[in-house]
């Protein structure tokens, strides 16, 4: 299995910026893909970027031209550029995982989670 370690939230004004890392360890060969999901009060998680273990990107429609996600692979980190954050952006930032063998998924796997609390 793989353990999730996330770090980087806070709070930030509208139009500023915050970085999340997320430290991957255990059966870092196993993963499919990595990347985030959030979870504002009262609404469902929902995707905001994934990458694959081959480069292919995916990112919520809401953070497309904002976020960046990135890896480093020496360190298994992935981490969440944000950028022009939103006050519709506040949420708890969950490091999610892919976790399987050639592309077929055997378990989702998540960290604790870090909030993002971005103020008018």
């Known amino acids: 299995q793989v353990q999730l370690v996330e770090s980087g939230g806070g709070l930030v004004q509208a139009g500023g910026s915050l970085r999340l890392s997320c430290v991957a360890s255990g059966s870092t060969a196993r993963i499919n893909a990595i990347g985030w999901y959030r979870q504002a009060p009262g609404k469902q998680r929902d995707l905001v970027a994934t990458i694959s273990r081959g480069g292919s990107t995916n990112y919520a429609d809401s953070v497309k031209g904002r976020f960046t996600i990135s890896t480093d692979n020496a360190d298994n980190r992935v981490f969440l550029q944000m950028n022009s954050l939103k006050t519709e952006d506040t949420a708890v930032y969950y490091c999610?995982?892919?976790?399987?063998?050639?592309?077929?998924?055997?378990?989702?796997?998540w960290g604790q989670g870090t909030q993002v609390t971005v103020s008018s």
């Open positions: 999610y995982v892919d976790y399987g063998r050639n592309g077929a998924t055997w378990s989702h796997i």
